[in-house]
């Protein structure tokens, strides 16, 4: 959910017309809706590029309110109910929230987890914890694609070479990422360059600064 606080970045048609937390940006979008009714102002969470609305009706003091209403981190009241009867704790380690759900696996997999230490569900556990460290530095880099390419198909989807510079995104490949934008407009080309930087680096290199 976005907050008042999430970083954020409009766009005038080809122009950055402001960045920074939600509520700041929203008072220049504002403000140039007011001066430029006809203006096409698009604006984005900074670092996923998803698009977020601002309804600029009414006065500022309208707008800040909308915002405010809308980004509210705090739960609703709810009506308190007596709680349960406290029943005596079992043998054996407490769940510490385990889930527990369907598995279906060959007899030989079953067979080898039985087998492990701590039994089918510890190796399981252990088995997604591994897998997660693993992915982690692909999982960014591909974060990192995905929120360049979702910005540059809303701002420059109609540009030259759209579709040789997203093949170079998604192929990793930074000089020819960065020829290709060179003459796009400024800002658009700026903010790419922001996105853009982690989808560039190495894996290695990615997963060194998160280890």
């Known amino acids: 959910m976005e907050t008042s606080h999430t970083n954020c970045i409009a766009f005038d048609g080809v122009r950055c017309i402001a960045s920074g937390p939600l509520a700041e940006v929203a008072l220049a979008v504002k403000s140039t809706s007011d001066a430029q009714p006809q203006s096409r102002i698009l604006v984005f969470n900074a670092q996923t590029s998803e698009p977020i609305e601002i309804d600029c009706r009414g006065s500022v003091a309208d707008v800040i309110d909308r ?11 709810v009506e308190a109910t007596p709680p349960a009867p406290a029943t005596p704790a079992g043998p ?3 769940r510490l929230g385990v889930v527990a759900r369907e598995v279906t696996l060959l007899p030989r997999h079953w067979e080898w987890l039985s087998s492990q230490p ?4 510890v190796a399981l556990r ?7 460290r693993a992915s982690l530095a692909a ?4 974060a990192a694609q995905e929120a360049t390419y979702r910005f540059m198909n809303a701002m420059a989807g109609d ?17 020819h990422f960065d020829a ?5 407009p ?6 790419l360059h922001r996105l853009a930087e982690l989808a560039f680096q190495p894996q290695t290199e990615v997963e060194s600064q998160h280890a």
């Open 67 to 77: 915002i405010a209403a809308s980004t509210s981190d705090e739960l609703p009241v």
């Open 92 to 94: 054996g380690r407490p």
């Open 118 to 121: 701590g039994g089918a569900s």
């Open 126 to 132: 252990k088995l997604v914890e591994q897998a997660k």
């Open 139 to 142: 999982d960014r880099i591909r």
């Open 159 to 175: 540009l030259y070479g759209f579709e040789e510079v997203s093949r170079a995104l998604f192929a990793a490949d930074r000089d």
């Open 180 to 184: 290709l934008i060179s003459a796009w």
């Open 186 to 191: 400024g800002d658009i080309r700026e903010h």
